[in-house]
């Protein structure tokens, strides 16, 4: 019920946020929900004996979502490789820890490429214009879509669930639960299509459903990976029932360059 009542809060929230005329409401709440989960990578980092640079990769954070934004995410190449020259000098301040400084250089640049960098491009499917409320369609589709597949797995696994989906990285996802998640996905990018989408080829709405679907579980399972490695439950616990942010945008940040490059390549949206 905990989980319900804080989905209830939240998506009201994110879909004003993503129908509001000004792109920069819905940039606010994504930036401060990306950098909260890169500092929640970087706890989990912590725990796992590879102390990050964490003022630099918060700070290349900071950078990256402010470049997806403004210019596009294709421009933090520039982003990454600053970032790189910054924790690399940062390096020569830990003499005294050097048994894990490769540890910390690597914990640093992943939570930068794995959080930031692939949640800029959320950032930057909001910031296109053209066609008219082409940014706000797609993210709601992306929100219907990554937000069913979790709803149908945790509910279809909870009540069918017997066969383990990968009982060593998540001992609680059952292949049942798998495969609700993906009708889930599936179901609501078509019904998406029909309710705000008209222009979505059902052929698109499907398989965005369905790829965007095992892309969701698959980040699920990589975020319950790193900490099952770190001997952490929640990345944090700060929303009720859900755990932390990164717990959230797990399956999130692995969909977002899709559907960027759909909404870019596919559909011709631009800034």
Request: no cysteine; charged share 15%; aromatic share 8%.
């Amino acid at each position: 019920m905990t989980r319900v009542l804080t989905a209830l809060v939240a998506l009201p929230v994110l879909l004003v946020a993503t129908w509001w005329s000004n792109p920069y409401l819905f940039v606010a709440i994504a930036a401060l929900a990306i950098l909260a989960a890169l500092h929640e990578f970087y706890v989990i980092a912590d725990r796992a004996g590879a102390p990050p640079f964490r003022i630099a990769g918060l700070a290349s954070g900071v950078v990256s979502i402010a470049v997806a934004a403004g210019v596009g995410p294709e421009w933090n190449s520039y982003v990454l490789a600053a970032t790189t020259v910054v924790v690399m000098i940062a390096t020569l301040g830990r003499v005294d820890d050097k048994s894990r400084i490769l540890a910390s250089v690597g914990s640093t640049m992943a939570g930068v490429l794995y959080v930031a960098t692939l949640g800029s491009y959320l950032v930057a499917v909001r910031m296109l214009t053209a066609p008219p409320q082409i940014a706000s369609k797609l993210i709601t589709l992306f929100l219907v879509i990554v937000m069913m597949s979790d709803t149908a797995a945790y509910y279809t696994g909870k009540t069918f669930g017997k066969r383990k989906l990968a009982p060593r990285v998540s001992p609680a996802k059952t292949v049942e639960g798998s495969i609700g998640g993906l009708v889930g996905s599936t179901a609501a990018a078509v019904a998406a299509k029909y309710v705000f989408f008209p222009e979505l080829p059902i052929v698109h709405a499907i398989a965005l459903g369905a790829g965007m679907g095992v892309m969701g579980q698959v980040g699920d399972l990589v975020e319950s990976l790193l900490k099952r490695g770190s001997d952490v439950k929640d990345a944090a616990s700060i929303l009720p029932g859900h755990g932390g942010f990164l717990d959230r945008l797990d399956s999130m940040l692995l969909n977002a360059p899709i559907l960027y490059a759909y909404g870019v390549l596919v559909l011709g949206a631009r800034p």
